[in-house]
């Protein structure tokens, strides 16, 4: 269970990032960080970001930081693809290998530990 709540830690951050950055779009396309399409999407950003905090918390109760962190590095998987189908980033073919180094990193980390 507590590696569960991990990993929605994880997703949390990954989608706390997508939404960081529609404010920052939000913010390029209004100028005013008092804009209400602006002030909505960071203020839900700072939302997700402190909920996901308190469930790290909770999770750090309950395991080894050196057991659980690994997962954190999920989130450079995570917010790359997130980019890629809500902005329609692309990237290039060394990318993949990239991802698939991390996935295995973390793979044998929680496995060692």
């Known amino acids: 269970m507590t590696y569960l709540i991990a990993l929605f ?5 990954a989608c706390g990032q997508i939404l960081f950055k529609l404010s920052a779009a939000s ?3 209004t100028g005013s960080w008092f804009d209400p399409s602006t002030m909505v999407v960071l203020f839900a950003s700072f939302a997700l970001y ?3 905090t308190v469930a790290w918390i909770w999770v750090l109760q309950k ?3 050196g057991k659980v962190y690994p997962l954190m590095a999920l989130a450079f998987v995570i917010v790359p693809l997130g980019s890629h189908l809500v902005f329609g980033e692309r990237f290039q073919p060394q990318y993949f290998v990239g991802v698939a180094l991390i996935i295995s990193g973390i793979v ?6």
Not at 9 to 13: A, E, H, L, R
Request: charged share 15%; proline share 0%.
């Open 108 to 113: 044998i980390a929680v496995r060692s530990a």
């Open 50 to 52: 402190g909920v996901m």
């Open 63 to 65: 395991a080894d930081l």
């Open 27 to 29: 913010l390029q396309k």
């Open 9 to 13: 830690c994880v997703v949390g951050i």
